[in-house]
């Protein structure tokens, strides 16, 4: 592909390479981020390659990042991986670059940088990345390290490889990743892992949800809950999943109230198209996984109320009862 032989190009001319992901980090974008760095370091050890963005959270098993200064950006090549806009950006620094190549699965809304290769059909950042390093077979190889991050990326954006984003090419990436030494069945492991208070969370959420009759859920996380069960807002993330385990709920969403007050918005389907409803509460994302923001309950009860009429359509389109 002509474009993955342009990046491809850019990353020869520049003798540093700073990669950035997305803020509040999952598989993915640590997977895209670091698994290309792991490549770039084997294919390039004379360059100076960076992985940026602040704390991983609980994910440090994936990798951890580099803390670098203003000046390192000076004349370097900066990538950013799997963030669909510039606010969500890990490490505002980005833009002090001598160029900006942005790679992404999610819908190409801010088309920013000065080379952009998006693949909206793609289960993950991971896989794009994974079809990137073998179209530049002639430059680039994958690593053992490359793979154990590229498949936790694969693992954790496809759910265990549930979600329908996952195709034949998914599965055909993930069982060439696995053929690598490392012990694939440890990544799903982690991410299958909650600590007890995480786990005391997702009893909050199945006892306090609100489930309609047509199968729209909605659980609001308080920072008094949170503050009780010892839980931060990132670690509330194990359990934005929580209620598609219920037969019957279609379409969720999760409100974690943060420190100012404000409630953060994680949406979720299992067939409703829900990223235009995230929109609408200055946010977006994927058609079934999405992210937005809400000022109050006042808010929150207004976006529960277009899920329901979203579920109630899509349900009738579908012609599901």
Known sequence: MTIFKDILTKIEAYETIIIHRHQSPDPD??????????????????????????????????DTMDDIEDTVYQGALVIVCDTANT?????????????????????????YGDLVYVAAEASSCSEIMVTFVNACSDKLHLTDDAARKFYAGIVGDTGRFLYPATSSETFKIAAELVTYDFAHSQVSQHMNEVTLPQAKLQSF?????????????????SQAVLQEMGITEEQAKAVVSTPGHLKGCLAWILAVQQPDG???????????????LAKAHHGGGHDLASGAKAVDQAEIQQAFESLQSLVADYKKIEGKH
Request: charged share 25%.
């Open 29 to 62: 974008a640590l997977g895209s981020q670091t698994g290309l760095a792991s490549v770039l370091r084997s294919a390039f050890p004379q360059k100076k390659i960076y992985q940026v963005g602040g704390d991983v959270g609980d994910l440090d098993w994936i």
């Open 205 to 221: 959420v199945y006892e306090n949800i609100q489930l309609s009759d047509n199968g729209s859920g909605c659980v609001l996380i």
């Open 87 to 111: 606010p969500r950006i890990s490490d505002q620094r980005y833009d002090q670059g001598d160029f900006l190549i942005k790679i992404d699965h999610h819908p190409d809304e801010d088309h």
């Open 262 to 276: 404000h409630y953060r918005l994680h949406l979720r389907s299992k067939g409703p198209v829900i990223n235009g």
